[in-house]
């Protein structure tokens, strides 16, 4: 069993910046995983915001929606992936959730919700205009 904790939302003004950490307590996910971000609005689908192109790559899928301001990185060392997120809009506003699904090195990643095992609990983003 794979735990993710992910936190760093809060509430913030339009053209802001947030930055949304997951970390996996205990768990390499340098190698044979799939690290992703997905976010739900209310009423919405849960929906793919970036994810990496191959387990353990540095290759990165964006939404069309936030390419060119948000940005994911990740710190193997502290089994710890980020979220950048820049000049955040109001539709912005969403629950994050991290994501990860235990793979061969080099398989190729999911941009779907059913292509992820592990979830975090999420974490509230709410930008106001």
């Known amino acids: 069993q794979v735990q993710l904790v992910d936190i760093g939302g809060g509430p913030v003004q339009a053209g802001g910046f947030l930055r949304l950490s997951c970390t996996a307590p205990g768990t390499d996910t340098s190698a044979d995983f799939c690290l992703a971000w997905f976010r739900q609005a209310p009423g919405k689908e849960r929906e793919a915001v970036a994810a990496y192109d191959r387990a353990g790559g540095s290759d990165i899928n964006y939404a069309r929606s936030v390419k060119d301001r948000f940005v994911i990185s990740r710190d193997d060392a502290k089994n710890t992936f980020y979220l950048q997120m820049n000049n955040l809009k109001p539709e912005d506003t969403a629950t994050y959730y991290c994501?990860?699904?235990?793979?061969?090195?080099?398989?190729?990643?999911?941009?779907?919700?059913?292509?992820?095992?592990?979830w975090g609990q999420g974490t509230q983003v709410t930008v106001s205009s």
């Open positions: 994501a990860a699904d235990r793979r061969e090195r080099r398989d190729y990643c999911s941009f779907r919700v059913v292509g992820y095992t592990y």
